[in-house]
């Protein structure tokens, strides 16, 4: 992988050999089974090199990167898709795209900031890591960051509050819910364990005068 001029490329070398023997010789040698397929493009097999791929992938999936086929072509591709076990990558797709046309890819997440409700036995609780969204590839972000430091114990992230570049339209339901403050077990066992005292101590103060009067 070079970088050029601030634009990411990743080489690629046609693979030919699609046995399972075959694939998995080249994942013994550090490579990693892959198609690129897209618009005007049949899907075409290929390998890259997997600590290349991996400085790709950090990037995020929705960033556009040139992929060099050797002895084909140079074309502007994403990451549509990947398979990882044991964090040892299996397999890779690249979709090839038009820069004037629009795009629907997933992107991650980036929850920062300590919640406030945090402080007063909540946790932060993540259902969602990723969204769908669509637009322009030069608009897509790489991540979209969420800053929870304001969230206290029962607020909540829904897919609405997030705040996307102009020309970038969200793909899924308003009110999902992406993260939200909940009380920890523990806390919530100390806070009944004290009402419960108060209760107590409450209906034992009762029962005294009711005794003297």
Aim: glycine share 10%.
């Amino acid at each position: 992988m070079s970088s050029n001029g601030g634009s990411i490329q990743l080489t690629a070398q046609p693979r030919t050999e699609k046995k399972g023997s075959a694939i998995r010789g080249l994942r013994l040698k550090g490579r990693i089974p892959a198609v690129v397929y897209g618009s005007e493009l049949e899907g075409t097999p290929v390998h890259v090199d997997a600590k290349e791929f991996n400085k790709v992938v950090k990037t995020g999936r929705s960033e556009v990167f040139n992929l060099t086929i050797e002895g084909k072509e140079t074309i502007p591709v994403i990451i549509k898709d990947y398979q990882q076990r044991d964090n040892h990558w299996l397999h890779a797709d690249f979709l090839k795209i038009s820069k004037n046309k629009p795009l629907r890819v997933r992107v991650s997440i980036d929850y920062q900031g300590t919640p406030a409700g945090t402080k007063k036995g909540g946790i932060l609780q993540v259902q969602e890591t990723e969204v769908e969204v669509e637009g322009l590839p030069a608009d897509l972000p790489s991540t979209i960051v969420v800053d929870v430091s304001a969230l206290e114990v029962g607020d909540k992230v829904s897919a609405s509050d997030l705040k996307l570049p102009k020309g970038v339209t969200l793909h899924v339901p308003g009110e999902e819910l992406l993260a939200s403050i909940i009380v920890s077990r523990a806390a919530g066992v100390e806070n009944a364990a004290v009402e419960g005292d108060a209760a107590a101590t409450g209906g034992g103060g009762e029962a005294s005068e009711n005794k003297e009067a």
